[in-house]
């Protein structure tokens, strides 16, 4: 089965590996999201500051100063459930939970 990423470090990631300046929901919507690209992108993030993430990659000034950590959270999240990739889906939780009830019912 698909892992699903939600929320704001799986979208920046998106976008950075995107390479896109701003966010673009539609390019970014189920973007899969390889662990090797996120190891390469949590490398950069690691070993630059803060104001360089967000100058380099167009990282909102609100989520740089955390956007490491969530990568980091995110890389050991998709090791420990034995998944290479992820899809990065711009839907919050709650769309996902009722995708699934409804396709129950269907």
């Known amino acids: ?12 990631l998106a976008g ?15 973007y899969n999201l390889s662990l090797d690209k996120i190891y390469e992108i949590f490398n950069e993030f690691i070993n630059i500051p803060t104001n360089e993430i967000i100058k380099r990659y167009g990282v909102h ?3 740089a100063d955390i956007i490491t950590v969530g ?3 995110l890389m050991k999240s998709l090791e420990k459930i034995k998944s ?5 889906s711009t839907k ?15």
């Open 1 to 12: 089965s698909e892992v699903y990423a939600v929320a704001g470090t799986p979208t920046t």
């Open 16 to 30: 950075v590996a995107l390479g896109l300046s701003e966010f673009q929901r539609d390019r970014i919507h189920g």
């Open 61 to 63: 000034p609100d989520r």
């Open 71 to 73: 990568t980091l959270i």
């Open 84 to 88: 290479n990739h992820c899809i990065a």
């Open 92 to 106: 919050g939780l709650r769309y996902g939970i009722m995708k699934t009830l409804i396709r129950g019912l269907i």
